[in-house]
Nanobody, 126 residues
């Protein structure tokens, strides 16, 4: 079992930065692909970013490309999402997820995740 706990959410003004963390416990996630997703009120959950086990591969949704950066520290069993130039439309609950069946990501970075965190709220004011 893998437990994932997100933190770092909050209220931020448009244009500002925020850094989310996802701490894993129960099992090391150092060999797993990890992802970030978000769900805005009244909308379906959507893919934000994914990273391979070593950090050598990173994938982003078009809506966040160039503004968000996913990274990981395997020694700390933690994945991060650095969010810059935030927009009101980035407001959502952000979730991290672990894919225990993949270390590398060759296709469909948005699919196949097995464990999910409880989420952290990000609110961007205009």
């Amino acid at each position: 079992q893998v437990q994932l706990v997100e933190s770092g959410g909050g209220l931020v003004q448009a244009g500002g930065p925020l850094r989310l963390s996802c701490a894993a416990s129960g099992r090391t996630v150092s060999r797993y692909a990890m992802g970030w997703f978000r769900q805005a009120l009244g909308k379906e959950r959507e893919f934000v970013a994914a990273i391979s086990w070593s950090g050598g591969q990173a994938f982003y949704a078009n809506s966040v490309k160039g503004r968000f950066t996913i990274s990981r520290d395997n020694a700390k069993n933690t994945v991060y999402l650095q969010m810059n130039s935030l927009k009101p439309e980035d407001t959502a609950v952000y979730y991290c997820a672990a894919d225990v069946d993949r270390s590398f990501i060759y296709s469909d970075p948005q699919d196949g995740y097995d464990y999910w965190g409880q989420g952290t709220q990000v609110t961007v004011s205009s």
